[in-house]
């Protein structure tokens, strides 16, 4: 029967209709395995529908297929080499939706994932879907605003760059570096060298993307890359610029801690030097969180030389910026030049003490005085590096501040029953707590019944979830903070991960506080076991249950 309806001629309707019924009686039989090769005839019918439906505009059996390859890609094996042909093609041809380009990508990437070694038989097929991400990756926008811009808005999730780049990260992890490497290495060299921007972005980002799954392989050759990759901090445009320090940041985090022992010292000046770009504050500002990524795993013996240098420059543009906060309202670069300041306190540790008094008038005062709602990040992220810095520099240089810095946090905290549950500020403040705990250990008791209520609610937060079908669902990643899990045949089961984090933090916190002051917390006992107890049951994140023995 559907053999013969995915034949109707003429009622396209019905074929697609039947290719669609055709999908799912597969997935609801996925592990049945004698049946699927019995079925196996029917693969033909749907590879041709979701070729015709996708010219109707309609996505729909593609996206079955992309349910066949993750959940049933055993089925697709008789017919591996014509469904990743017509996967490539689909990708391939711009006159389709930039949503069924990635549909058609995301059938090649998904196999990488669920039956790599099939794939790797298929070895032609996946280089030349290679180009096809690079192609995507370089599908940016001319924007003249965007070095200039002062909010760091997200990554546009269905565009066809954030695709591309994400499926180069998928596809080299699944397959390995062993396969992937020699397939990309010379189109991002040829990338690289290309006149127009967009190439060169493009090779950077990719050259960070795959960094994870060609860990081995790239490590054997990280000299040249790294020399290759400074080279792009001075390129004459900033959106260029970006990608390079990007690529810094992720070869920072992914080859820690050879990275930082073999290349502090290029590394370090490159950096310093592009956190000078006052005239493009994105740039400036992507320089300093490259920065945290290669101080937040460098040894600490290895960062000391460089300590003043560092100090100095990040002393130089914080105080810049705050004027440029107070004249302009301009707040981006100061933002993640805290952070940097207290990345660097928090390798350094007690190193620290000689540049703590250079650094901790103005971090109160940021705090004192940036009470607006757009500054909340700013705020947030302060308190953060003041409680970084108390913890790396000790008790005794930290105690005449001690107080003050306390009393800033309480008002804070009574503002508390104002702050929106999103606020930026709730996470960073529960964290600073925390250190401050630490530092003051027994003498933190006294603060403990303002502290416990705001970290209790927090403790206490319900996800939202909801069982959706696809349809709903795409309706729905409009709207923030909802992740999915696929549950085959078109549904789906979401979860608004808002708050997820903040509770994860909660827990843990509650956890420091138990550790730091033993008895202290006795009063408190109660209403924590009563709130932890359910809890060892949440499935939805698991950092929620940070049981230590």
């Given at each position: 029967?559907?053999?013969?309806?995915?034949?109707?001629?003429?009622?396209?309707?019905?074929?697609?209709?039947?290719?669609?019924?055709?999908?799912?009686?597969?997935?609801?039989?996925?592990?049945?395995?004698?049946?699927?090769?019995?079925?196996?005839?029917?693969?033909?019918?749907?590879?041709?529908?979701?070729?015709?439906?996708?010219?109707?505009?309609?996505?729909?059996?593609?996206?079955?297929?992309?349910?066949?390859?993750?959940?049933?890609?055993?089925?697709?094996?008789?017919?591996?080499?014509?469904?990743?042909?017509?996967?490539?093609?689909?990708?391939?041809?711009?006159?389709?939706?930039?949503?069924?380009?990635?549909?058609?990508?995301?059938?090649?990437?998904?196999?990488?994932?669920?039956?790599?070694?099939?794939?790797?038989?298929?070895?032609?097929?996946?280089?030349?879907?290679?180009?096809?991400?690079?192609?995507?990756?370089?599908?940016?926008?001319?924007?003249?605003?965007?070095?200039?811009?002062?909010?760091?808005?997200?990554?546009?999730?269905?565009?066809?760059?954030?695709?591309?780049?994400?499926?180069?990260d998928r596809i080299a992890c699944g397959l390995g570096g062993k396969i992937v490497l020699p397939m990309?290495?010379?189109?991002?060299?040829?990338?690289?060298?290309?006149?127009?921007?967009?190439?060169?972005?493009?090779?950077?980002?990719?050259?960070?993307?795959?960094?994870?799954?060609?860990?081995?392989?790239?490590?054997?050759?990280?000299?040249?890359?790294?020399?290759?990759?400074?080279?792009?901090?001075?390129?004459?445009?900033?959106?260029?610029?970006?990608?390079?320090?990007?690529?810094?940041?992720?070869?920072?985090?992914?080859?820690?801690?050879?990275?930082?022992?073999?290349?502090?010292?290029?590394?370090?000046?490159?950096?310093?030097?592009?956190?000078?770009?006052?005239?493009?504050?994105?740039?400036?500002?992507?320089?300093?969180?490259?920065?945290?990524?290669?101080?937040?795993?460098?040894?600490?013996?290895?960062?000391?030389?460089?300590?003043?240098?560092?100090?100095?420059?990040?002393?130089?543009?914080?105080?810049?910026?705050?004027?440029?906060?107070?004249?302009?309202?301009?707040?981006?670069?100061?933002?993640?030049?805290?952070?940097?300041?207290?990345?660097?306190?928090?390798?350094?540790?007690?190193?620290?003490?000689?540049?703590?008094?250079?650094?901790?008038?103005?971090?109160?005062?940021?705090?004192?005085?940036?009470?607006?709602?757009?500054?909340?990040?700013?705020?947030?992220?302060?308190?953060?590096?003041?409680?970084?810095?108390?913890?790396?520099?000790?008790?005794?240089?930290?105690?005449?501040?001690?107080?003050?810095?306390?009393?800033?946090?309480?008002?804070?905290?009574?503002?508390?029953?104002?702050?929106?549950?999103?606020?930026?500020?709730?996470?960073?403040?529960?964290?600073?707590?925390?250190?401050?705990?630490?530092?003051?250990?027994?003498?933190?008791?006294?603060?403990?019944?303002?502290?416990?209520?705001?970290?209790?609610?927090?403790?206490?937060?319900k996800p939202e979830v909801a069982l959706l079908d696809t349809q709903d669902m795409e309706n729905m990643?409009?709207?923030?903070?909802?992740?999915?899990?696929?549950?085959?045949?078109?549904?789906?089961?979401?979860?608004?991960?808002?708050?997820?984090?903040?509770?994860?933090?909660?827990?843990?916190?509650?956890?420091?506080?138990?550790?730091?002051?033993?008895?202290?917390?006795?009063?408190?006992?109660?209403?924590?076991?009563?709130?932890?107890?359910?809890?060892?049951?949440?499935?939805?994140?698991?950092?929620?249950?940070?049981?230590?023995?």
């Open positions: 029967m559907l053999v013969q309806c995915m034949q109707d001629q003429d009622n396209p309707p019905i074929k697609t209709l039947a290719a669609r019924a055709a999908a799912s009686f597969v997935l609801s039989n996925e592990t049945n395995t004698a049946l699927l090769k019995h079925f196996s005839d029917l693969l033909p019918g749907i590879l041709q529908a979701v070729n015709e439906s996708c010219y109707q505009g309609d996505d729909s059996v593609l996206k079955s297929l992309v349910e066949i390859a993750d959940t049933a890609p055993k089925y697709l094996r008789p017919h591996l080499e014509p469904t990743l042909q017509l996967s490539l093609k689909l990708c391939a041809d711009t006159n389709l939706t930039n949503m069924q380009r990635q549909l058609a990508l995301e059938v090649i990437v998904t196999l990488s994932e669920t039956a790599a070694a099939m794939l790797r038989k298929h070895n032609n097929i996946v280089a030349q879907s290679v180009p096809q991400m690079l192609a995507m990756m370089v599908d940016l926008e001319e924007d003249e605003e965007w070095a200039m811009a002062d909010e760091l808005e997200d990554d546009d999730f269905d565009s066809n760059a954030v695709a591309g780049e994400s499926a180069l990309i290495k010379q189109h991002i060299m040829q990338m690289l060298q290309n006149p127009d921007w967009k190439y060169r972005h493009a090779g950077l980002m990719a050259l960070s993307a795959i960094g994870e799954g060609c860990h081995q392989q790239m490590e054997a050759i990280l000299n040249e890359i790294v020399s290759f990759v400074l080279l792009f901090c001075q390129d004459p445009h900033p959106r260029v610029r970006y990608a390079a320090c990007n690529a810094i940041g992720q070869m920072a985090t992914d080859f820690a801690p050879t990275f930082q022992k073999k290349f502090h010292d290029k590394v370090i000046s490159s950096l310093l030097q592009t956190m000078e770009d006052q005239t493009n504050p994105r740039v400036q500002a992507h320089a300093a969180a490259a920065l945290i990524n290669f101080t937040e795993d460098c040894p600490k013996a290895l960062l000391i030389p460089y300590l003043d240098n560092l100090v100095q420059h990040l002393h130089v543009i914080m105080v810049a910026k705050l004027q440029e906060l107070i004249q302009k309202g301009t707040k981006l670069v100061l933002e993640q030049v805290v952070t940097s300041i207290a990345s660097v306190a928090d390798t350094a540790e007690e190193k620290f003490v000689p540049y703590y008094d250079l650094f901790m008038p103005s971090l109160r005062h940021i705090v004192e005085n940036a009470v607006q709602k757009e500054l909340r990040l700013l705020r947030g992220k302060t308190i953060e590096c003041i409680s970084l810095i108390g913890l790396a520099v000790g008790k005794e240089k930290f105690m005449p501040d001690a107080s003050a810095v306390m009393q800033l946090l309480l008002k804070t905290q009574t503002d508390f029953n104002d702050l929106e549950d999103d606020d930026p500020q709730i996470s960073y403040m529960i964290s600073a707590w925390a250190r401050m705990c630490k530092i003051l250990g027994k003498e933190f008791q006294q603060y403990l019944p303002v502290v416990m209520g705001p970290l209790m609610k927090t403790a206490s937060i990643c409009e709207d923030d903070g909802w992740e999915f899990v696929n549950l085959g045949d078109q549904q789906s089961f979401g979860i608004k991960t808002a708050g997820l984090e903040e509770k994860a933090t909660a827990c843990q916190m509650l956890v420091c506080y138990a550790k730091e002051l033993k008895e202290g917390f006795v009063e408190y006992t109660e209403q924590v076991v009563k709130l932890m107890v359910p809890l060892l049951k949440f499935y939805f994140h698991d950092d929620i249950l940070p049981l230590e023995p």
